[in-house]
């Protein structure tokens, strides 16, 4: 069985550019977590979806970042015009079922702002 | 506000020494799980605990819940140096649809 995948492990964007981190689930997974993770800091929930749903987004910052998780295809996290704060390790986990808690982690997108 | 606290935050010791790593919380949580991670690589699952009190045993790791479920603890026994990693807990509250996850306790176990 493949793992949780993200793509891509690593991405360089200048300050102002978009970003786009994706997630594949592992097979039959049907709910997707992105954390961030700061250099000597914890990983932090960001949101949570299902998919063509969000089921909570309580830890997403306000202003530029989105995330979507549609019918076909990856979830996407989605960040506008990054700022150098933005640089961290993106990580997204999958759970089978909602309320799962048991959820499996993909590798992470390294996300470099300069 | 870290919600789970884990200490030490460093820890160091030669091969075959016991260790024992630990991740308390005020707040009470219905399941808590533990993850090693590696770096540049995603957390990997070790164990879920549910049950106030429950041990689990996974070769020579051993995994406790408190009664209470607001702590737990990781105990290592003879460590050997594949053991060295980030280990995380990670724990659900009884509401809502967040995990929680501590700081983390880097392990080096030198040969």
């Known amino acids: 069985n493949a793992g949780v995948m993200q793509n891509p492990r690593h991405l360089v964007r200048r300050r102002g550019q978009e970003a786009r981190l994706r997630c594949s689930p592992m097979?039959?997974?049907?709910?997707v977590y992105w954390y961030r993770q700061l250099p000597e800091e914890g990983l932090k929930f960001m949101v949570y979806?299902?998919?063509?749903?969000?089921?909570?987004e309580s830890g997403m910052p306000k202003e530029r970042f989105s995330a979507e998780f549609p019918k076909e295809g990856p979830s996407i996290l989605r960040i506008q015009q990054v700022v150098r704060g933005d640089s961290a390790a993106y990580f997204c986990?999958?759970?089978?079922?909602?309320?799962?808690?048991?959820?499996?982690f993909g590798p992470g997108t390294r996300l470099t702002v300069t | 506000t870290q919600l789970l606290e884990q200490s030490p935050q460093f820890l160091s010791i030669q091969e075959g020494e016991n260790l024992t790593v630990y991740c308390n919380s005020s707040?009470?949580?219905?399941?808590l799980q533990w993850y090693r991670q590696e770096p540049g690589e995603g957390p990997v699952l070790l164990v879920t605990?549910?049950?106030?009190?429950e041990v689990k045993k996974l070769k020579r790791l051993t995994f406790q819940f408190g009664d209470a479920r607001k702590d737990s603890s990781l105990h290592i026994t003879a460590a050997q140096p594949g053991d060295t990693g980030l280990y995380l807990c990670?724990?659900?509250?009884?509401?809502?649809?967040?995990?929680?996850f501590g700081t983390g306790t880097s392990l080096t176990v030198i040969p």
């Open positions: 986990a999958s759970s089978r079922v909602r309320d799962s808690y048991e959820q499996y």
């Open positions: 097979k039959g997974h049907s709910h």
């Open positions: 979806l299902q998919k063509e749903n969000i089921i909570d």
């Open positions: 707040s009470v949580f219905s399941s």
């Open positions: 605990v549910v049950t106030g009190g």
């Open positions: 990670a724990g659900q509250p009884n509401t809502g649809n967040q995990f929680y």
